[in-house]
């Protein structure tokens, strides 16, 4: 087993540029979570599905940030225009119901 | 307000020591509590607790479950500089699916 997959593992961007980043849960696990982590706010859950579908998104920073998963395999989180603030490490994590979740390498992305 | 709070926020050991880290959390009715060890990585899965008063053990490392006073902790004996990472603790949310909030976590490190 792979486990759970994320691309890019390093970003750099510019101020304004449009980031994108991907992830590929573990085969089977019908919940995936989108996390963002920093020094100051620890680990901050931004949205999570099940089977796809968007349950909750409340902890979306804002406007600029967007999350799809088109199918059970695949899910991006989009941030665009991007700002300096929003350099962290990203995480994805997949599970099954009622289980523990299992984190991807993650995503460092600078903004600069 | 938090809802999960870890303590002490960090530690500094000498191999060999034990060690013990707190978790309280303010969540009634959840179905379970998390512990994740995080290198300069990753979160990494260490233990699911879900009744209280039994005892989940893993080596060196064990944590118990006081859902009557709100708290778990994470025991680690004989302290090896390989353990020196942040402890992260996670409790579900009810009726949230698979929903987890995440501490701020404990930050241990071991001295040879």
């Known amino acids: 087993d792979a486990g759970v997959i994320q691309s890019p593992r390093h970003e750099v961007t510019e101020m304004g540029q449009e980031v994108t980043l991907r992830c590929k849960p573990i085969?089977?696990?019908?919940?995936l979570f989108w996390y963002r982590q920093t020094m100051m706010r620890g680990l901050e859950l931004l949205i999570y599905?099940?089977?796809?579908?968007?349950?909750?998104d409340s902890g979306m920073p804002e406007d600029r940030f967007s999350a799809k998963m088109p199918n059970a395999s695949f899910s991006t989180l989009k941030i665009q225009p991007s700002e300096p603030r929003d350099s962290a490490v990203y995480f994805c994590?997949?599970?099954?119901?009622?289980?523990?979740?299992?984190f991807g390498p993650g995503t460092r992305l600078t903004v600069l | 307000e938090d809802k999960v709070v870890q303590s002490p926020l960090s530690l500094v050991v000498h191999e060999g020591d034990t060690v013990t880290l707190n978790c309280s959390y303010e969540?009634?009715?959840?179905?379970?509590l998390l512990w994740y060890k995080q290198e300069k990585k990753a979160p990494t899965f260490l233990f699911m607790l879900?009744?209280?008063?039994i005892e989940k053990k893993s080596g060196r490392l064990s944590s118990i479950l006081d859902k009557k006073e709100l708290f778990s902790i994470l025991n680690i004996t004989a302290t090896q500089t390989g353990d020196s990472a942040v402890y992260l603790c996670?409790?579900?949310?009810?009726?949230?699916?698979?929903?987890?909030?995440f501490g701020t976590g404990t930050s241990l490190t071991v001295i040879p």
């Open positions: 969540v009634t009715n959840f179905r379970s």
């Open positions: 085969s089977g696990h019908d919940y």
């Open positions: 996670a409790v579900g949310l009810p009726n949230t699916g698979n929903q987890f909030y």
């Open positions: 599905f099940n089977n796809n579908v968007p349950i909750d």
């Open positions: 879900t009744s209280s008063g």
């Open positions: 994590a997949s599970s099954r119901n009622y289980n523990e979740q299992f």
